[in-house]
């Protein structure tokens, strides 16, 4: 008797009479005996089945816990998987997910099981009712192989993280043992061992990421390419790729591919991707792809992103082949070598929402048919690192959606057109290094969303106009190497959110305001180099010993430069926002020719502000300062660069300077400082120090790092001896001890990089190494170009 007519009858059975089974069907069973025997009968056969029933749940229960259970004393610390034990549930078992009561699912993830993958494929992977199973950062090891039985309820399978090895055709034949099996996750792994034998991709897998692992051949992959089946999914970014592109021979089905970050080389074909009808997201990024635009990638015309970036590659005009992809959201082809200009049909593009072309060879007009649609969805607009001329076409005021845009090194004239003011989302306009003239539109003031105004190198004159104290989400006022005039707004302290100001090298007048020091979180303030007097207001140090977290600043790339030894350019360091320029290209900017410029730090803001630790850069050199230096900037514990030379400062040196504990560079030269050097200086661990042409007398404070530096940083003073200067009347310390004082300075000098590095952000070591930098700038004097990268 089949289970199909058995279960009704069980049921009618247990209502406790036998039910009235139609004449037909007891003809179809052949039961033709009589009811008393009948009833008896089924009533056996229920029974037995109940107990069948019940039994086989139980036991494949029982099996399923002693299949984890042996799984949990494989480990070489079963202990911590500790609740997996037989006085629970294997339902309540950590990670395990039932449906109906039998196990569904596993999830564990960041905990060290140190497991074989033999034993999750000889224990886990035969669990019968298994359907996910991801074991993210567990430290699993071993070869993947394909399991003896893989159960056949297993549609997904993570894997992630961990530290399998085997080749590409294992994990095909992995997912191939699995029948269901529908998404395979590989994903930071060390597979990519070279396959002697292909596995086409199994018929149900729609997913497989094998990005961040050692794939080292395009041939390892070729196959792969050749039979794509079913496959929508496929990641093989941030391997090893060696070699030209795959040829694709059918994927009709593929949706997503990610080759990025790979060593792929040669011209993309014609035909590449023609058959990649469903094709969404491409992304070939970071290869090194030469020659022009895949030819007829336009045929891909569902492709929402595509990105073509960090390439080779070159052409002219290779928009105008795109433009015929209606549904493109995201269009990347920064750092190539793409060239010519922009043609007007790129509003055809009406989906776009990001267009990044930064660090090509782009020239001519920005064009103005940008935006001419009436309800424009351009997010992002990166066009900085281009050969772009003309003027900032006005329709950019139809970009309403703006939201960030980058114009910077570039030939750009004209004016900034205050229409811009119209963009209420827009958080970044930035547009250093161009030839923009005028005024600093009044009407930015109403851009509440704006974060980021960077115009450094320009041409704008005119003041500092009042509008911006509405826009009191600034975090990055930069607005170096202008003509402005006028004085610093008081306003400016009103800025809350103000983290870097830099307004350097322009004609402001007037006083500091002492209002900046209620910004809560300026940490970069560079005021140098303009005609600045009055005295340094105290209140700047208002926020030091304040340390607020959660400073929200968009991670931007920034560089800092060293300045060379040059008349023409003064101060030590120059702070410059460099996000998708590339680094080549600094030389583009017309001072780094004359300011000797040295890279000497790459990193992105997000880092260094994470949290808050009050001043960490202060530069108001080169202006008419005077008054004494006030004795509350030491309360600045974590200012690492200290620059007030070529000022009129004049009175003693604080002691308390000596508690700045992380200063690193200290310029005070060309000053009216006077008095002795105070004893406290030893205690400073500097890399660099000028003190020159001021006042001082008095002997060199002979311990710490003072005397580490030449005669050049003492020079022309009142009456400054001892080493390195010739010695004070009798007493004066050798050589030898002198360089046995320097070697212990610079021994603590290291281990105060170290401390530093590891408990501060990152900015510290930017101070140290500039510090570091410096002195070994000196030794390689014929270098000009030095990168320290981290
Ligand atoms: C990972 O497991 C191996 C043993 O399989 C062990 O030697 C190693 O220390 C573990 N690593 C971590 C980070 O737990
Ligand atoms: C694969 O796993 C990694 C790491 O957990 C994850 O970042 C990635 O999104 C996963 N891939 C897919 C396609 O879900
Ligand atoms: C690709 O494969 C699918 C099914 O596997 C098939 O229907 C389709 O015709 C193939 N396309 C090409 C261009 O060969
Ligand atoms: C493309 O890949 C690169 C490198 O892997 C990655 O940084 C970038 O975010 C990707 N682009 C998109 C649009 O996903
Ligand atoms: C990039 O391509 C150009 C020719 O278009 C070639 O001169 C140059 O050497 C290539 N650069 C690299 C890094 O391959
Ligand atoms: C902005 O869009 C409107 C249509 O919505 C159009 O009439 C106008 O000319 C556009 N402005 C510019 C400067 O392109
Ligand atoms: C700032 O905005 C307020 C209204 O929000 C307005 O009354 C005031 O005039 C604005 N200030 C400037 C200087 O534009
Ligand atoms: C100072 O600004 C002027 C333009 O106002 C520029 O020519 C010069 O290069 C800048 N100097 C430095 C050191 O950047
Ligand atoms: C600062 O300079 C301005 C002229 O630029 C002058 O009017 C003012 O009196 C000066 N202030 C001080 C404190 O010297
Ligand atoms: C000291 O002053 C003299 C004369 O003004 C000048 O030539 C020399 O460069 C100065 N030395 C230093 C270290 O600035």
């Given at each position: 008797?089949?289970?199909?007519?058995?279960?009704?009858?069980?049921?009618?059975?247990?209502?406790?009479?036998?039910?009235?089974?139609?004449?037909?069907?007891?003809?179809?069973?052949?039961?033709?005996?009589?009811?008393?025997?009948?009833?008896?009968?089924?009533?056996?056969?229920?029974?037995?089945?109940?107990?069948?029933?019940?039994?086989?749940?139980?036991?494949?229960?029982?099996?399923?816990?002693?299949?984890?259970?042996?799984?949990?004393?494989?480990?070489?610390?079963?202990?911590?998987?500790?609740?997996?034990?037989?006085?629970?549930?294997?339902?309540?078992?950590?990670?395990?997910?039932?449906?109906?009561?039998?196990?569904?699912?596993?999830?564990?993830?960041?905990?060290?099981?140190?497991?074989?993958?033999?034993?999750?494929?000889?224990?886990?992977?035969?669990?019968?009712?298994?359907?996910?199973?991801?074991?993210?950062?567990?430290?699993?090891?071993?070869?993947?192989?394909?399991?003896?039985?893989?159960?056949?309820?297993?549609?997904?399978?993570?894997?992630?993280?961990?530290?399998?090895?085997?080749?590409?055709?294992?994990?095909?034949?992995?997912?191939?043992?699995?029948?269901?099996?529908?998404?395979?996750?590989?994903?930071?792994?060390?597979?990519?061992?070279?396959?002697?034998?292909?596995?086409?991709?199994?018929?149900?897998?729609?997913?497989?990421?094998?990005?961040?692992?050692?794939?080292?051949?395009?041939?390892?992959?070729?196959?792969?390419?050749?039979?794509?089946?079913?496959?929508?999914?496929?990641?093989?970014?941030?391997?090893?790729?060696?070699?030209?592109?795959?040829?694709?021979?059918?994927?009709?089905?593929?949706?997503?591919?990610?080759?990025?970050?790979?060593?792929?080389?040669?011209?993309?074909?014609?035909?590449?991707?023609?058959?990649?009808?469903?094709?969404?997201?491409?992304?070939?990024?970071?290869?090194?792809?030469?020659?022009?635009?895949?030819?007829?990638?336009?045929?891909?015309?569902?492709?929402?992103?595509?990105?073509?970036?960090?390439?080779?590659?070159?052409?002219?005009?290779?928009?105008?082949?795109?433009?015929?992809?209606?549904?493109?959201?995201?269009?990347?082809?920064?750092?190539?070598?793409?060239?010519?200009?922009?043609?007007?049909?790129?509003?055809?593009?009406?989906?776009?929402?990001?267009?990044?072309?930064?660090?090509?060879?782009?020239?001519?007009?920005?064009?103005?048919?940008?935006?001419?649609?009436?309800?424009?969805?351009?997010?992002?607009?990166?066009?900085?690192?281009?050969?772009?001329?003309?003027?900032?076409?006005?329709?950019?005021?139809?970009?309403?959606?703006?939201?960030?845009?980058?114009?910077?090194?570039?030939?750009?004239?004209?004016?900034?057109?205050?229409?811009?003011?119209?963009?209420?989302?827009?958080?970044?306009?930035?547009?250093?290094?161009?030839?923009?003239?005028?005024?600093?539109?009044?009407?930015?003031?109403?851009?509440?969303?704006?974060?980021?105004?960077?115009?450094?190198?320009?041409?704008?004159?005119?003041?500092?106009?009042?509008?911006?104290?509405?826009?009191?989400?600034?975090?990055?006022?930069?607005?170096?190497?202008?003509?402005?005039?006028?004085?610093?707004?008081?306003?400016?302290?009103?800025?809350?959110?103000?983290?870097?100001?830099?307004?350097?090298?322009?004609?402001?007048?007037?006083?500091?305001?002492?209002?900046?020091?209620?910004?809560?979180?300026?940490?970069?303030?560079?005021?140098?180099?303009?005609?600045?007097?009055?005295?340094?207001?105290?209140?700047?140090?208002?926020?030091?010993?304040?340390?607020?977290?959660?400073?929200?600043?968009?991670?931007?790339?920034?560089?800092?430069?060293?300045?060379?030894?040059?008349?023409?350019?003064?101060?030590?360091?120059?702070?410059?926002?460099?996000?998708?320029?590339?680094?080549?290209?600094?030389?583009?900017?017309?001072?780094?020719?004359?300011?000797?410029?040295?890279?000497?730090?790459?990193?992105?803001?997000?880092?260094?502000?994470?949290?808050?630790?009050?001043?960490?850069?202060?530069?108001?050199?080169?202006?008419?300062?005077?008054?004494?230096?006030?004795?509350?900037?030491?309360?600045?514990?974590?200012?690492?660069?200290?620059?007030?030379?070529?000022?009129?400062?004049?009175?003693?040196?604080?002691?308390?300077?000596?508690?700045?504990?992380?200063?690193?560079?200290?310029?005070?030269?060309?000053?009216?400082?006077?008095?002795m050097i105070?004893?406290?200086?030893?205690?400073?661990?500097?890399?660099?120090?000028?003190l020159s042409?001021n006042q001082l007398y008095g002997p060199i404070?002979?311990?710490?790092?003072?005397?580490?530096?030449?005669a050049?940083a003492f020079e022309n003073n009142s009456g400054l001896c001892g080493?390195p200067l010739l010695?004070c009347?009798?007493?004066?310390?050798?050589?030898?001890?002198?360089?046995?004082?320097?070697?212990?300075?610079?021994?603590?000098?290291?281990?105060?990089?170290?401390?530093?590095?590891?408990?501060?952000?990152?900015?510290?070591?930017?101070?140290?190494?500039?510090?570091?930098?410096?002195?070994?700038?000196?030794?390689?004097?014929?270098?000009?170009?030095?990168?320290?990268?981290?």
């Amino acid at each position: 008797m089949r289970k199909k007519t058995a279960l009704p009858l069980c049921l009618c059975l247990f209502k406790g009479k036998l039910c009235n089974i139609s004449e037909p069907e007891k003809k179809r069973h052949k039961m033709h005996i009589r009811d008393q025997e009948r009833s008896a009968m089924a009533i056996m056969f229920c029974f037995c089945l109940f107990h069948f029933l019940l039994f086989s749940a139980l036991s494949a229960m029982a099996r399923d816990v002693d299949l984890l259970i042996s799984f949990k004393n494989s480990l070489a610390n079963p202990s911590l998987l500790s609740d997996w034990n037989h006085a629970k549930g294997v339902c309540e078992f950590r990670g395990i997910a039932c449906k109906a009561g039998y196990v569904s699912s596993l999830t564990i993830h960041e905990l060290p099981l140190g497991a074989d993958f033999s034993s999750v494929s000889a224990h886990i992977l035969s669990i019968a009712s298994l359907e996910t199973l991801s074991l993210h950062s567990i430290n699993l090891t071993g070869f993947i192989s394909t399991p003896t039985k893989c159960t056949a309820q297993l549609k997904r399978l993570d894997l992630s993280s961990n530290r399998l090895r085997g080749s590409i055709s294992d994990a095909a034949s992995l997912a191939g043992s699995c029948p269901s099996l529908q998404s395979l996750n590989l994903s930071n792994n060390s597979i990519g061992q070279t396959s002697y034998h292909s596995c086409p991709v199994p018929p149900n897998l729609k997913m497989l990421d094998l990005s961040y692992n050692k794939i080292a051949t395009n041939k390892d992959i070729q196959w792969l390419f050749s039979k794509l089946g079913i496959l929508k999914h496929l990641d093989l970014s941030n391997n090893n790729i060696k070699g030209s592109i795959p040829h694709i021979s059918n994927c009709t089905f593929l949706q997503y591919l990610d080759l990025s970050s790979n060593q792929l080389s040669g011209t993309v074909p014609a035909s590449t991707f023609s058959n990649c009808l469903n094709l969404t997201y491409l992304n070939i990024s970071s290869n090194h792809f030469t020659g022009n635009v895949p030819p007829d990638i336009e045929t891909s015309m569902n492709l929402v992103i595509l990105s073509l970036s960090n390439n080779n590659f070159s052409g002219e005009n290779p928009i105008s082949s795109l433009v015929a992809m209606p549904r493109l959201q995201l269009l990347e082809l920064a750092i190539n070598n793409f060239s010519g200009s922009l043609p007007h049909s790129i509003s055809n593009l009406t989906s776009l929402e990001i267009l990044d072309l930064s660090a090509n060879r782009f020239s001519g007009p920005i064009p103005h048919s940008l935006c001419t649609r009436s309800v424009s969805s351009l997010k992002v607009l990166y066009l900085q690192d281009n050969y772009f001329t003309g003027s900032i076409p006005d329709s950019l005021r139809n970009c309403t959606n703006l939201v960030s845009l980058d114009l910077s090194l570039n030939f750009l004239s004209g004016s900034i057109p205050g229409s811009l003011g119209f963009l209420s989302y827009l958080k970044d306009l930035i547009m250093w290094q161009n030839y923009l003239n005028g005024d600093i539109p009044s009407e930015l003031s109403s851009l509440k969303s704006l974060k980021n105004l960077i115009l450094d190198y320009n041409n704008l004159t005119g003041t500092i106009h009042n509008g911006l104290v509405n826009c009191t989400n600034l975090n990055w006022i930069s607005l170096a190497s202008n003509q402005l005039t006028g004085s610093i707004p008081i306003w400016i302290g009103k800025l809350e959110n103000l983290v870097i100001l830099i307004l350097r090298n322009n004609s402001l007048s007037g006083s500091i305001p002492q209002g900046l020091g209620d910004c809560k979180g300026l940490v970069y303030l560079d005021l140098s180099s303009n005609r600045l007097n009055g005295s340094i207001p105290p209140t700047l140090a208002k926020q030091s010993s304040k340390i607020v977290g959660g400073l929200l600043v968009v991670s931007w790339r920034f560089i800092q430069l060293r300045i060379g030894n040059n008349s023409q350019c003064h101060g030590v360091t120059t702070f410059l926002e460099f996000d998708g320029i590339r680094s080549d290209d600094l030389m583009r900017l017309p001072s780094t020719r004359y300011c000797n410029f040295l890279r000497v730090y790459t990193g992105s803001t997000g880092d260094i502000l994470r949290s808050n630790i009050s001043m960490l850069f202060l530069d108001l050199s080169y202006n008419q300062l005077d008054g004494q230096i006030p004795t509350e900037i030491s309360a600045m514990q974590f200012l690492g660069i200290l620059n007030l030379e070529h000022n009129h400062l004049s009175g003693q040196l604080p002691e308390k300077l000596g508690d700045i504990t992380h200063l690193g560079v200290l310029y005070l030269s060309h000053n009216m400082l006077e008095g002795m050097i105070p004893s406290s200086f030893s205690t400073l661990s500097l890399s660099e120090l000028d003190l020159s042409n001021n006042q001082l007398y008095g002997p060199i404070p002979e311990r710490g790092s003072l005397i580490t530096f030449p005669a050049y940083a003492f020079e022309n003073n009142s009456g400054l001896c001892g080493f390195p200067l010739l010695p004070c009347n009798g007493s004066s310390i050798s050589r030898e001890d002198r360089s046995q004082l320097s070697s212990t300075n610079h021994q603590s000098s290291q281990s105060w990089q170290i401390a530093l590095g590891l408990l501060f952000s990152l900015f510290f070591i930017i101070v140290f190494v500039i510090g570091q930098l410096l002195k070994q700038i000196s030794v390689y004097f014929g270098c000009d170009y030095v990168s320290v990268l981290y």
